[in-house]
């Protein structure tokens, strides 16, 4: 067997090309004509799967943070983050198995997975391209050459024993996130948060716990479904100076993430998991503290209160005269604190070397050229078009229209907005039409949808019924009340056949015509409501309670069954007591 050194030496480069539509290697040329004349045949594709429990990773970032947490003006904070999200591949990093997410234990395993004996990593092409994504929409810089690395720890979950990672030349380094006010943060306030690397790497198998029973000892069952799929690796500078920069930051990476379609599930379905790196320093000493890294935090909330803690922790022990120890820390979220897990690991504790199996990748400008040209729009560019014209929605309304959903409420409301927007005789009235839909979407529809358990996918009532229903209701056919009556019997029907005006129709729905204030059959039943309420009544001509005149105007709405508009039975009300 040679030695190492001529091992790698003897590798050639792996260089990506275009062929039909993809992006290929010469070596997989042959395959992939085989593919395309359907002459090779490859495992089904399945869900991704969700991202590993934990397992130790080397903290490499250094520098020293710009400002301290908030509370304590003695100590300067530091805060680095490594974030880990599950690519959108369909299959698993260096072997053919598809990835999976619920799929029966141990369905989803190449011998590759199971690390039997002598069988090689071959690269997956079509991982590197949403792992490009996501380092493109970071303003990363692609690197042309990169290459694997072995970093060597043992665990049950771990069946190579080591992990293939890229650790010395990773394919991508030096981007940025921008934090400002779409984010949560000051109007004048802007923050930028370096990205040291982004790299690619190995997830782990998933270990699940078995209590113990009458029959059987407690154990771990190890399912190999998870290891071996593509993760990539996102390690911020230790730039953070708080808890809520922190947790702004993560926001924004999985957004980023998921606009860029680099990666599907966030944290909330296990997609995206986080360590945090936090250390403290009396204010103008030179340097960092002491790095405590606290592992496998699954939301933004732990990150945010993990943060917070370990910052008291390391302030009390610093004030009480005792030193920093470098470690890796678990988080207890029912405690609110963390616990030692282990003394903190170092590159030697690794011990990392190149993967002699692997060769260097080599990626092409013109691929990087054309994902950039492909990329979807990013929050900021999403947040930023919704709230100013046509739609001038709301800093909260677009967010939330943004963060729900994965953004399909976006598509949603704009294909409503386009619906209205081109219908000649659509009178919009006094109220901004943008604003107008934003609410029915996120509120009416949402708070509908909510309250029966539905979730957005299988939303019943479609954009081209909602618009309908927008409609009616500016041009005057409905009120706002019958509108939201419609709208209870379009989701209770679910069935997109359904046309509002027949709805309004058959259910009465319909605006009642008036002749204003002076209209008869109104102002005989508002005296029959007034003579109703003497005391009230009386209240409001003294001037006492003049809000009371609301309670009149709603009994009035209701008497007509909602069919009157609001506006009309203000103007009747008004007329009665002034009289």
Not at 261 to 266: L, P
Request: charged share 25%; hydrophobic share 35%.
């Amino acid at each position: 067997m040679p030695p190492l050194s001529s091992a790698l030496k003897a590798r050639r480069p792996l260089v990506l090309s275009r062929y039909r539509g993809q992006w290929v290697c010469p070596s997989c040329l042959t395959q992939s004509r085989r593919l395309h004349a359907g002459t090779l045949k490859t495992p089904s594709q399945s869900p991704i799967s969700p991202p590993p429990a934990g397992q130790p990773r080397s903290v490499r970032s250094e520098g020293k943070s710009s400002g301290k947490e908030s509370g304590n003006s003695k100590w300067e904070v530091t805060v680095g983050l490594e974030i880990h999200a599950q690519l959108n591949a369909p299959r698993k990093l260096f072997s053919y198995a598809a990835t999976s997410f619920n799929a029966p234990p141990n369905s989803r395993v190449a011998p590759f997975d199971a690390s039997i004996p002598g069988i090689q990593p071959k690269l997956n092409i079509p991982t590197i391209v949403p792992a490009i994504r996501a380092a493109v929409a970071f303003d990363c810089r692609i690197n042309r050459r990169s290459s694997f690395d072995r970093k060597h720890y043992f665990y049950k979950d771990q069946p190579n024993g080591y992990q293939i990672t890229q650790f010395y030349h990773p394919f991508a380094s030096d981007g940025k996130i921008i934090l400002n006010e779409l984010d949560g943060l000051g109007p004048s306030e802007v923050i930028e948060i370096g990205i040291k690397q982004v790299q690619m790497e190995q997830d782990t198998a998933k270990s699940i716990f078995q209590p113990s029973t009458e029959d059987t000892p407690a154990r771990t069952l190890v399912d190999l479904n998870r290891a071996g799929s593509a993760l990539v690796e996102i390690i911020t500078t230790p730039s953070l100076k708080s808890s809520k920069h922190a947790a702004a930051c993560l926001k924004k990476i999985q957004s980023i993430l998921k606009a860029s379609t680099a990666a599907i599930d966030g944290m909330e379905k296990g997609g995206v998991r986080c360590d945090v790196n936090v250390s403290i320093q009396e204010k103008g000493l030179p340097g960092l503290g002491r790095r405590v890294e606290i592992k496998n935090l699954n939301s933004v909330k732990a990150v945010q209160e993990s943060i917070e803690a370990e910052i008291k922790r390391q302030i009390a022990v610093r004030e009480s005269g005792g030193e920093i120890e470098g470690e890796t820390r678990g988080w207890d979220a029912v405690k609110g604190e963390s616990k030692k897990l282990r003394s903190k690991e170092g590159e030697v504790d690794y011990r990392y070397k190149p993967d002699a199996e692997l060769p260097p990748l080599i990626i092409e400008e013109s691929l990087v050229n054309h994902i950039k040209s492909t990329l979807p729009p990013l929050p900021d560019q999403i947040l930023r078009e919704l709230m100013n014209e046509p739609f001038a929605l709301t800093l909260k309304d677009a967010r939330t229209m943004v963060d729900l959903d994965d953004g399909a409420r976006v598509d949603y409301y704009k294909a409503i907005y386009k619906d209205l927007s081109t219908r000649q005789d659509f009178k919009p009235g006094s109220k901004h039409l943008g604003k107008l839909i934003g609410n029915w979407t996120l509120h009416e529809l949402g708070g509908r949808l909510a309250a029966t358990f539905i979730a957005w996918l299988d939303n019943p009532v479609t954009a081209a019924q909602m618009a309908d229903l927008l409609f009616n209701l500016q041009n005057g056919m409905v009120t706002a009340g019958n509108a939201k009556r419609a709208l209870d019997h379009l989701v209770t029907f679910n069935d997109s056949n359904i046309r509002v005006t027949e709805l309004i129709q058959e259910y009465d729905l319909a605006t009642r015509p008036t002749e204003g204030e002076d209209d008869e059959g109104l102002i005989k039943l508002a005296t029959h409501i007034i003579s109703e309420y003497p005391e009230k009544a009386e209240q409001v001509r003294s001037g006492k309670k003049p809000n009371l005149k609301n309670f009149f105007i709603g009994n009035l709405m209701k008497a007509t069954g909602g069919k009157v508009d609001v506006q009309t039975c203000k103007k009747v009300i008004e007329k009665m007591f002034s009289a």
